[in-house]
Nanobody, 131 residues
Framework: RARLVESGGGSVQAGGSLRLSCEGS????????MGWFRQAPGKSREGVAA???????KYAESVKGRFTISQDNAKRTLTLQMNSLEPEDTAMYYC?????????????????????????WGQGTQVTVSS
């Protein structure tokens, strides 16, 4: 079975940058949808960004223009470049993916609503942004 491991979290001042990485292993073939999610204390989990089976990118409105998601050619490594960080970005960040087939719309829906359709999840990496 696939395993996902996040890295790159840390503490940064507002306006700073961090780069998160998610490395996958144990894939049978490929991931059809990979994304980043975050959850702050007392708040529900929120989809941040995703890459669909076509390489299409989708972002939450709150991070557009500041965050960039990317994927390696083997679709087993996911990166989130976070710039212009704000205190509101403080959260535990999780990498998630689906090895089961899903089209682009399904992947986008998983990002924003059906998180559970992504069956593989990492343990998370903490991002703290101070003002």
């Amino acid at each position: 079975r696939a395993r996902l491991v996040e890295s790159g979290g840390g503490s940064v001042q507002a306006g700073g940058s961090l780069r998160l990485s998610c490395e996958g292993s144990g894939y049978t073939h490929r991931m059809f949808c990979m994304g980043w999610f975050r959850q702050a204390p007392g708040k529900s989990r929120e989809g941040v960004a995703a890459v669909d089976l076509n390489g299409g990118l989708k972002y939450a409105e709150s991070v557009k223009g500041r965050f960039t998601i990317s994927q390696d050619n083997a679709k087993r490594t996911l990166t989130l470049q976070m710039n212009s960080l704000e205190p509101e970005d403080t959260a535990m960040y999780y990498c998630a993916a689906s090895e089961a087939y899903m089209d682009a719309d399904y992947c986008h829906n998983a990002l924003f609503r059906r998180h559970h359709d992504l069956h593989y999840w990492g343990q998370g990496t903490q991002v703290t942004v101070s003002s």
